[in-house]
């Protein structure tokens, strides 16, 4: 597991974003590009530090479970190597904003059984082209911490903490994995970031109550949120002229999946109050961003 801070001075700026996003599935032949680049852009507009999780689909010829030659996107040997490279060539207009890329169960099936990193190999690659003045991208994990760490002159220090899970079962059509969110509301952190699910969530999780190192009595609200995907469930076909495309999702009924990352919006105080609002962009099926709004009150 994972643990990685950022340390950041609110002496003089009060305001942060962080783009949260997960599933890209790089390299699969129904990666949603377009959706990819508006919403890494929407991020990069809002000045936004980028967490990413599971790059790739990398789904390869020696994955009997899945693999079928029809809907190979490369047409190469270098299965691997086709799909890093084009991840690169995706982030590299973004590559000054991502602070991480975690793995997921498709990046780490590569890892388990076939002895190679792909998330590294992106990563070392990236920060080649990131700007020398800024740190490296860092490699996350399956799970981990996240502690956004606040000060300023005179030393007062305020956090803004995210445990992520990358997830584990089915994309879950029912509970569209609230469960999972339930299932780890004990973790104290500000917020709960699942993935893997396909589904697009945000849900206020029980509020943590405790006492401050001054003895203060406090409350603190924890939000889960469950990010989207980047790839189009469904692909459309004329079996009497391209014959049947073998399509997991559509053979195993799965529905519909929600698409895009999750924004946080953060603002300090001069007396270190953090407010953050969780944003969702718009979309022709919203027609506005939706917002919500929480603060930490910590003495």
Not at 261 to 277: A, R
Request: net charge neutral.
């Amino acid at each position: 597991m994972e643990i990685n801070i950022f340390r950041s001075d609110y002496t003089d700026k009060k305001q942060y974003s962080y783009f949260y996003a997960s599933d890209l599935h790089i390299g699969c032949a129904e990666f949603d590009e377009k959706r990819f680049t508006e919403d890494f852009t929407w991020a990069v507009e809002k000045n936004a530090r980028i967490y990413a999780q599971e790059i790739f689909e990398l789904i390869i010829p020696k994955d009997n479970k899945r693999y079928t030659a029809g809907k190979d996107k490369y047409q190469v040997d270098a299965h691997v190597n086709a799909t890093i490279d084009e991840g690169i060539k995706l982030l590299t207009p973004f590559v000054d904003h991502i602070d991480i890329i975690g793995i997921g169960n498709h990046d780490i099936a590569i890892l388990k059984y076939h002895g190679t990193d792909p998330i590294a190999f992106l990563i070392r690659d990236l920060n080649r082209l990131r700007n020398k003045k800024l740190p490296a991208i860092v490699h996350g994990g399956y799970s981990g911490f996240i502690r956004q760490k606040y000060h300023r002159n005179g030393g007062q220090v305020r956090f803004l903490d995210t445990y992520y899970n990358h997830g584990q079962g089915g994309v879950a059509e029912v509970s569209t994995g609230n469960i999972d969110l339930e299932r780890r509301k004990n973790i104290n952190t500000d917020i709960i970031w699942l993935q893997h699910k396909h589904k697009k969530i945000y849900s206020e999780l029980d509020t943590g109550i405790g006492l401050s190192p001054q003895d203060n009595f406090y409350e603190r609200p924890k939000q889960g949120i469950i990010t989207g995907c980047y790839k189009k469930n469904y692909s459309f076909y004329d079996i009497t002229k391209s014959n049947y495309r073998v399509d997991y999702g559509e053979e195993r009924s799965r529905v519909t999946q929600a698409r895009g990352g999750i924004l946080l919006d953060v603002e300090i105080s001069g007396d270190g109050i953090i407010t953050y609002d969780m944003v969702i962009r718009n979309t022709k099926d919203t027609g506005k961003d939706i917002t919500t709004k929480n603060v930490i009150e910590m003495s």
